[in-house]
């Protein structure tokens, strides 16, 4: 009998993880991007350049999945000459899965570009590139950053994502101008192509 009432509770303790699991995920990993444009309308071309190491800038990807609805976070880090850059995109679309091999997604949201001085000051840059004022604030900044697509396309190896991403800005929409939907259009020559590899944790 005691038996019995073990297997039953293993049994109600695994089934709903394993629906938890088919419906929701969260994946965290590395990504490396290219910093020259990358015109995804046009032909593609490799350019030797993709081959230099120092042609890349590193960072982290985090993205957390419920049905087909992703959010992602990429942040990217470069050094500058007095401190370093972090660059980041929080992005909010669609994920499916073709085959149970690969992984599809696209999103879009605002990117943040700051810079962290050495002498510990912060500052973050607003869609024209130039830095904001020093009375700017976080929901200020956040609210005229520029809105950015991702794409993202990455092979289902058991708990690892491997894949390509694709970056590119709008033409300078924002959340503070909703209403100019003809800068929506993305700014082709200015996209970015990465990779990315994740360790879906659970």
Known sequence: ???TIMIV???????????????????IGATAQYTEAFNATEEVELSEGMADIENYVFGADIRTRLLFAEIGLMGLYSEAENGFNLDGVLTGGLSLDLLGLVRVGVGMGPRLSANFQEDGTVVVY???????G??????AAFMNAPMTYRATVDLKLGKILLGLNYTVDSNGFNFNEPEAVDKLNPNWEQGRIGASVLLTLF
Not at 12 to 21: D, E, K, Q, R, T
Not at 134 to 139: A, M, P, R, V
């Open 134 to 139: 020093e009375d700017t604030d976080f929901e």
């Open 9 to 27: 509770l293993v049994v109600l303790l695994v089934a709903p993880m394993g629906l938890f699991a088919g419906i929701f995920d969260f994946s």
């Open 1 to 3: 009998m005691k038996k």
């Open 126 to 132: 607003g869609p024209d590139g130039g830095p904001l």
